[in-house]
């Protein structure tokens, strides 16, 4: 059967009237301190969660988390890479990259993942291919669910988007768990 048969058969095949999706109400707002649950949810998924207080630096905090780092990709204003990026000719020269820091657009409560906009980060392999990954995120920025985080989420123009729930894991190798097997070896979350 030629292709253009195939879909001559499936658009006859199409009902004459299109079904409207249905209604779907919110889910009621989570009971309770939205900053604590997604802690909570966030550290289950073996991440660590920091939160930045008004005498400390995100700089300061950064350097004493990681007093060894050599190589920095920070895609926020307070801290500054320790290369630039127009020195990247392939992602593949990003393998010895110890610490990468991006700016978190949204977090949910009750799964603990963040929403990372690819327009905050370039190239996209940045989140997977380092040693560390932190997540900056604002503590107004964090809702109960999922169906609010699509509210505030802008996918005009956007490329790319990921949602991070904590580092790289996987337990299909004798159902042992490994954490950083093909990603960063920890996520570490700061909230301000």
Known sequence: MSKQ??????????????????????????????????????????????????????????????????TILSFIPEIASTFQLSEIDHPKQLNNLDLAILPGEVAVADNGAIWVSGNAF??????????QLVIII???????????????????GLGFGVFISGPSKTADIEQALVIGAQGPLGLTVIIK
């Open 5 to 70: 048969n195939i879909l001559t058969s499936i658009k006859s095949a199409k009902p004459s009237t299109s079904a409207q999706l249905p209604n779907i109400p919110p889910f009621n707002p989570l009971k309770g301190d939205l900053i604590e649950i997604f802690i909570n949810q966030i550290s289950a998924n073996a991440a660590t969660v920091i939160l930045l207080n008004q005498e400390q630096s995100l700089l300061d905090l950064i350097t004493q988390k990681f007093p060894t780092t050599k």
């Open 122 to 131: 370039m190239p996209r392999v940045t989140p997977y291919i380092t040693q």
């Open 138 to 156: 604002n503590r107004k920025n964090i809702v109960s669910h999922m169906d609010q985080a699509y509210e505030q989420i802008n996918l005009t």
